[in-house]
């Protein structure tokens, strides 16, 4: 069941929000174990038989969890250092078996040149994020950061269905004082700023992301299919998509923290414009924010310090700047190897792995830039206009290139795009455009430039679409920063230095307010019949 769908829409969040209001006025725990209820509802909608892997996996979680604070308890670090190993190895063997087991019969054939084949496993939705969640569940229990651990609140915790398909990736210890302190019955504040996230995203979604859904995939498929793709059309399903996912993930995540905020609930945020990033560094530090925060804190700090830890034992000092060796062992490889994971947790894939390849090349190359202007003896200072601007450009250009190799169904697809974008299948402009061009007409045909694009696009629609969504991208604030005085996630705090806004673009509640998300709620529903596709759903 998605976000976008009538069902979830017009049946189960209000029937969910309703009996868990009623119930709360009651009794809390009546409310919590509905909420449970409900959310093993909405995870068993789409295939009932995922609750056969998702119930034994909290059971177990559950139980090496409790059996991590006996040892930590009894004082023997060791067997609770060796289960915590056996936890994480459990939950990425389930992973590994659903997600990657076709993957890896695939590398094998093609490696060895044989023909296994194994049947095609259906990949339990979400189990991505539920397997990083739980990771980080018991390496919180493990280190002493959870105080309390009753069963009812770690199901809740894996199971909460706001975040249970495609996050944001959250920790025990910042759900579980909300769920204690929520106050489980109607809160007309709580409900009005959780359906005006809610369907804020929702418009990111179906207007947006859906808008130029139709051609970017035909784009795309065009070049699977071994097509010429010119420059123009190549750019266009480029930027197409990098527009497209980041208004499909983003609203996603505003309909996940407007859904958990019905219920008393404020989910951490996962977006804060990272397309206006003026580097690779803040652009990870503004998109998925909190992948960000688990590959920084479970997977890339730990390796660092082993490996400082291991570079200053052999008699060696860290200096700054850092020498090459130094840079190369304690930053370089850790960053690559964090995003090598992360691009092998987004899917299973080549492309996959060779877009977290990227990104991790990307990093390294500006951790190497801050590193070198320290070398050259360079004083930080505040950028001008130009340099900022330029940042920005090559920020960009870098997420967009990365974005065809993370959308391209196949190398030879993301190939095709590739050269459209370098020109080296030709410039071609649409009909309409050349017809009007008159004597530049035959002054272009000789430079190249041909009429006609290579597949039937809605050309006009699809550029205003994209302009539209660069606009409200670059220059409009987002949605935590319209709703920032009203506390729209956990933890987020708005710089409001980056954009300045007036107080009408500040949400409250308002007769013009309402009018306005009442329409946006109106136009949205007609929206809903149409095609969609969410790209993390799977995930």
């Known amino acids: 069941m998605l ?3 009538y069902e979830f829409i017009f049946a189960f969040l209000p029937v969910a929000a309703v009996v868990f209001f009623l119930l709360g006025s009651r009794s809390r725990g009546w409310a919590m174990s509905w909420l449970i209820l409900a959310s093993l509802f909405f995870y068993a909608w789409w295939r009932p038989w995922n609750l056969l892997i998702i119930v034994p996996s909290i059971f177990f979680n559950y139980g090496a969890a409790k059996a991590l604070v006996h040892l930590n308890g009894a004082g023997k670090p060791s067997w609770s250092r060796l289960l915590l190993i056996f936890g994480i190895v459990v939950n990425v063997a389930v992973l590994g078996y659903f ?14 040149g044989t023909d296994f084949v194994l049947e095609r496993i259906v990949l339990p939705l979400g189990i991505s994020f539920i397997t990083f969640q739980k990771i980080a569940f018991l390496i919180d229990v493990h280190a002493g950061r959870v105080d309390k651990l009753a069963f009812r609140e770690c199901v809740l915790f894996v199971l909460f269905f706001p975040q249970l398909i495609a996050g944001p990736i959250v920790h025990f210890r910042e759900m579980m004082p909300q769920f204690r302190a929520a106050p489980c019955t ?3 504040s709580n409900v009005s700023v959780g359906v005006t996230l809610f369907l804020l995203g929702l418009s990111k979604k179906v207007f947006l992301a859906d808008g130029i859904a139709p051609t970017v995939s035909s784009i795309f498929e065009f070049a699977a299919a071994g097509g010429d793709v010119s420059l123009l059309t190549a750019w266009m399903a480029a930027l197409g998509f990098t527009l497209q996912i980041y208004f499909d993930f983003s609203g996603y995540t505003d309909m996940a923290l407007g859904a958990a905020r019905i219920f008393g609930v404020r989910l951490p945020p996962n977006f804060d ?4 990033s003026r580097s690779i560094i803040e652009f990870w530090s503004r998109w998925h924010m909190t992948l960000t925060r688990f590959l920084t804190a479970y997977i890339y700090n730990p390796l660092s310090v082993w490996l400082t830890r291991r570079y200053l034992a052999k008699g060696r000092r860290l200096m700054r700047p850092m020498k090459v060796m130094a840079f190369v062992q304690l930053l370089a490889f850790p960053t690559v190897l964090t995003m090598f994971i992360s691009g092998v947790w987004h899917g299973a894939g080549y492309l996959f792995v060779i877009w977290g390849l990227v990104h991790g090349f990307y990093l390294v190359v500006n951790h190497a830039w801050r590193e070198f202007r320290v070398r050259l003896g360079v004083k930080a200072k505040p950028a001008g206009s130009i340099v900022r601007f330029g940042a920005f450009l090559l920020t960009a250009l870098c997420v967009v290139v990365s974005m065809v190799i993370f959308r391209a169904p196949t190398t030879l697809a993301a190939g ?5 974008m370098l020109g080296l299948n030709g410039v071609a402009l649409p009909d309409v455009i050349y017809s009007k061009l008159g004597p530049l007409a035959s002054v272009l045909g000789s430079a190249g430039i041909t009429a006609g694009l290579e597949i039937d696009l809605p050309f006009q629609r699809a550029v205003i679409w994209i302009l539209l969504m660069l606009a409200i991208a670059l220059a409009c604030p987002n949605t935590l920063q319209i709703l920032r005085e009203h506390d729209p996630a956990f933890g987020w705090k708005d710089d409001k230095s980056r954009l300045k806004l007036g107080s009408r673009a500040l949400w409250r509640p308002s007769t013009a307010w309402a009018l306005t998300i009442a329409l946006i709620a109106v136009a949205a529903a007609v929206r809903l019949g149409g095609d969609s596709e969410f790209l993390y759903w799977q995930f």
Not at 99 to 112: M, P, R, S
Not at 273 to 276: F, G, M, T
């Open 273 to 276: 414009s990272p397309l206006r």
């Open 186 to 188: 109607f809160d007309r």
């Open 3 to 5: 976000f976008n769908s």
């Open 99 to 112: 997600k990657y087991a076709n993957f890896f019969v695939d590398v094998t054939n093609d490696i060895a």
């Open 416 to 420: 095709g795009i590739f050269e459209g």
